[in-house]
């Protein structure tokens, strides 16, 4: 599995930015894909995660902001980010891990089931 993102930048408070994750390696039908955000001296937090049927899950913080996409055509996910605040700077990583491992999407977000990461992308939000 290989999962390789860009689109992270520097984008001013309430601005937007759109990330992408292009995944090979893998069955996309098999698997969920994600987001994680990673704010400096912090850990790794689940942001947003998609199956192959379309369904959708997303972090509380993130609700109404943020949305998740898949186009399965070009094995990419992608992370529209509006409204951003100064809170969601950070690096995000690209995640994914078998749909058959967890018995819920929102199960994404409970790190120890994430066996396949990206190299991460930076996000700076500031004036």
């Known amino acids: 599995v290989q999962l390789v993102e860009s689109g992270g930048g520097l984008v001013q408070p309430g601005g937007s930015l759109t990330l992408s994750c292009v995944g090979s390696?893998?069955?996309?039908?098999?698997?969920?894909l994600g987001w994680y955000h990673q704010a400096p001296g912090k850990g790794r937090e689940g942001v947003a995660a998609i199956d192959s049927s379309g369904s959708t899950t997303y972090a509380d913080s993130v609700k109404g902001r943020f949305t998740i996409s898949q186009d399965i055509a070009k094995n990419t996910v992608y992370l529209q980010m509006n409204t951003l605040q100064p809170g969601d700077a950070g690096v995000y990583y690209c995640a994914a891990v078998r749909r058959a491992t967890i018995a819920s999407l929102t199960d994404f977000f409970a790190f120890f089931w994430i066996d396949n990461w990206g190299q991460g992308t930076q996000v700076t939000v500031s004036s």
């Open positions: 390696g893998f069955t996309w039908a098999d698997y969920a």
